[in-house]
């Protein structure tokens, strides 16, 4: 099924009321004559634009076909065979029908998928009416991504019914009764049905064409109006809205958490579990929003700050789906506070008695207002500034700088962040398809932060993360510290906005140069190499651009003129001792280590027992083994260190509190979907890893911080 769509299986993503679907067929979407520009605009751009420089022809018609099948269906459990093999009609035809402006291809496919799902949606109500037997030696193939199609209607229903056992066996691990398991498995593919039958062709378009872009690389994408919006809100992480989280329950949006200090919290009347029956904007006409997809009312609702929508409101306490409350809000600026820079400051006391202080810097992307200019803009590099000059009031005397979640942003910043603890210099060098080479510097002589830098590392660490590791690893001005390697993005993307050649259409994000460090190597395809490395689950999972299809290859130009400062090198031999000495003897990282060995098992293996006692047992050992961590990890705990958290907010001042998306705010609407859903089915690396349970230790942040310690000691010798 769909990447995207088969979220909708797990439920903490879902909605949360049962709902009785009629399996009818119903129409699916066609493309109109604006989707067919829209098609042929992006072709042609693809084709003369892309870092490629390649052709829409035969090669990427194969590729494109294929990668669309994968969008739609990537677990094989929705078309049968004798689809595939009659699409293939398509695969070297899609090049000159979307040059035409002719997307009858990819609708046709879709509207295939559609009637797929509707069929496997009712096979699924059928097995679930069947008697289920947990007591065989049964097992599922969890992972199908590499697994054939079923070869016809026969070979479906067996995969299904080990599908349909498999997701009713997780409710029942997860203590819930026979017919309630049976209820929720029924009610999570209504949704999924439900789902799918909401996409419009909009949404087909964006599918469809993001698929033609892969082809070209897996950072290409074809952005829908709605989606722009998206991307912009997350860069400058704000939005205009009442400051509510919305979810979908029967066909009705339902609050699911309010924003503290926005409008709907700070009016009072809207509550949590209310349900949206229809919106209007200011004094305008209502329009009914029942049965419509959840993105199309969040768009209605969002708007500029300072104007009013109205909405008419089901109260989560009323019986009478007629009582009808119409509530006015006055829209205001929601802050998205999650994906801020914050900052730590870890004090503890030294073998003589001193107290030795440290800061930790955790950037969980690169954001910056494009549309926004001047002081009230939001920029990550003017966030950092002030948290280091926090962190530098109290006397931090060395700087972990969190990058693990990092998945890149606005190459701009990233270059203006670098230069905090750089002098004058290059940064980044950019190279276009034509071999032209651009050497982006820092032009400020001033250094911010000039203390000892340690910087942690993930495979999710991409992009822009990517460039700030290398160029401060390139000058010998921090340590890295990680699994293996980061990602592997080393590509640059440029939003080309179709309005300038349409009254409407999106945007296409498009692959168009190369980063290359300093040094001379691109960060593409092998990412950054940590100085030091501890082992992580991540080494043996497909996090990385290597395994995505259709990447970029590796390759090196000329190095940049910089001159190294050399701070790292004369004491990395003894980091590394330090650092491997620990390593061997620290249980929190013995247990990565057996964490390791299961998940690689795991994935070797790639079934999973569909004997509840087999199950059972292997459920009882893991929480076994998790208890007896956390009863040797409390054994072991002591108050290292004094932890002063420091945000944005907190530094800026007085003034009063900003309206923001928080993680707290976020978690309480993920409690509400629990409250009536079912758990979420096993993620089967924390089922390995016992990742939730193990989520307060963090092995990794806390040999950071005792390299930087190292550091800062082993400086001061110097």
Known sequence: MSRRLSKLLAPALAVSAWCAIAFASEAPPKPTADDSRIGSTVGRILAQEHFRRHAVDDEISKNWLALYLDALDYTRLMFLESDIQEFQKFATALDDEVLRGNLQPGFEIFARYLHRIEQRVALVHDLLKEKLSFDTNERYLKDRTEAPWPKDEEEARRIWRQRVKFEVLQELLAKRKMADAIQIVGKRYDRLLRTVREEDAESVLQIYLTSLAHAFDPHSDYMSPSEMETFAINMKLSLKGIGAVLGAEDGYAKILALVPGGPADLDKRLQVNDRIAGVAQGDGPMEDVVDMKLAKVVEKIRGEKGTDVRLLVIPSKSPDLSAHVEIRLQRDEIKLTEAEAKARLLERSDAEGRVRRYGYLDIPTFYLDFEGTGKGSKSVTRDVRTLLARLQQQGAEGLVIDLRKNGGGALAEVVELAGLFLKKGPVVQVGDASGRVRVLEDDDSSVVCDVPLVVLVSHISASAAEILAAVLQ????????????????????????????????????????????????????????????????????????????????????????????????????????????????????????????????????????????????????????????????????????????????????????????????????????????????????????????LARADPEYDEGLRILADLVELSGRR
């Open 474 to 693: 390139d000058y010998g001005r921090a340590v890295i510290v990680g699994g293996s390697s980061t990602f592997g993005k080393g590509t640059v993307q440029k939003i080309e906005n179709l309005s300038r050649y349409l009254t409407r259409g999106g945007a296409l994000k498009l692959t168009v140069q190369k980063f290359y460090r300093v040094s001379g190597g691109s960060t593409q395809y092998r990412g950054v190499i940590p100085d030091l490395q501890w082992p992580s689950p991540m080494d043996d999972l497909k996090i990385s651009e290597a395994a995505l299809k259709y990447p970029l290859p590796y390759n090196e130009i000329a190095p940049a003129y910089y001159r190294p400062v050399n701070r790292v090198a004369p004491f990395l031999p003894e980091l590394k001792q330090r650092f491997q000495a620990r390593l061997a003897k620290d249980p929190e990282f013995a247990y990565v280590r057996e964490d390791i060995e299961r998940l690689k098992a795991q994935l070797a293996d790639k079934t999973v027992s569909l004997n509840l006692a087999a199950r059972q047992k292997e459920r009882s050992e893991n929480q076994a083994r998790i208890e007896k961590r956390e009863k040797d990890r409390k054994g072991r705990m002591s108050s290292e260190w004094k932890v002063t958290e420091i945000t944005i907010e907190d530094s800026a001042g007085g003034g009063p509190k900003r309206a923001a998306l928080t993680k707290k705010v976020l978690d309480q609407a993920a409690a509400t979907l629990r409250e009536e859903d079912a758990a979420d089915p096993a993620d089967e690396v924390a089922r390995v890893t016992g990742k939730e349970a």
